[in-house]
């Protein structure tokens, strides 16, 4: 029997760009089974377009923050496999199916794959270099590979960074496949531009080492 994909979405008022997310998640050539949307107490259009997908598994809350939502996805997936898009990002169509045959056909327990950065300039698509980022935006794994690490954490800004590292540390196999797969869009609202973000990880820094500090012990 073939295992189900759930991908994960959180979504805090994202009706610029949020469309367009979906349909790369629906255009994949190796669907997503299941599509979780946490609605993160959205006050623009976001409950409307959201509307326009029947398809979708909408859970609609006070704003509780991106990594509380992610995790409320995480614990309502029912597949065995588990991706993740933010709203305002893009999926190269064969996503899916390229993660899904290196998680079968590799002796790894987690796929994950380059980023590229773009931004929309008069309408066209202007692509930076391509990257490895330690973020959930572009991982492939099973959902009980991912619980045996755990939940992200909620108090830092770049918990998937700890989330990464933990992994790593626990000795979980992964390997990153050459080929783009997921696109970060770069606009003037993005969570990873500005100074408090970029505040917010030196926190990070911090506990990045004391975690390393306790996995050494």
């Given amino acids: 029997m073939n295992k189900k994909i759930t991908t ?7 009706e610029k760009y949020l469309a367009e997310a979906i349909e790369s998640v629906l ?10 949307v946490i609605n993160d107490g959205s006050t623009d259009a976001t409950a409307d377009i959201l509307n326009n997908y029947p398809e979708l598994i909408v859970q609609t809350n006070t704003n509780q923050g991106m990594w509380k939502s992610l995790n409320q996805g995480i614990s309502m997936a029912t597949g065995e ?23 079968q056909t590799s002796d790894i327990e987690m796929s994950f794959c380059y980023i590229q950065n773009f931004t929309k300039i008069n309408g066209h698509l202007e692509y930076a270099d391509k990257q490895v980022v330690a973020t959930q935006a572009g991982i492939f794994i099973e959902k009980s590979k991912f619980m045996d690490v755990g939940y992200f954490g909620t108090s830092l800004v770049a918990e998937s960074m700890l ?8 000795g979980l196999r992964q390997e990153c496949l050459v080929d783009v797969l997921a696109y970060r869009r770069v ?8 100074r408090a973000y970029n505040d917010g990880l030196v926190d990070v820094a911090r506990e990045l080492i004391r975690q390393r500090k306790l996995f050494n012990k």
């Fill in 163 to 170: 989330w990464f590292q933990k992994a790593r540390l626990m």
């Fill in 187 to 194: 606009h003037e609202t993005n969570m990873t531009r500005g």
């Fill in 27 to 36: 255009s994949q050539t190796h669907s997503s089974d299941e599509i979780i």
């Fill in 8 to 14: 994960i979405m959180a979504v805090y008022n994202g």
């Fill in 81 to 103: 496999y588990l991706t993740f898009i933010d709203h305002d990002d893009l999926w190269h169509k064969d996503k899916n199916k390229l993660q899904l045959e290196h998680l």
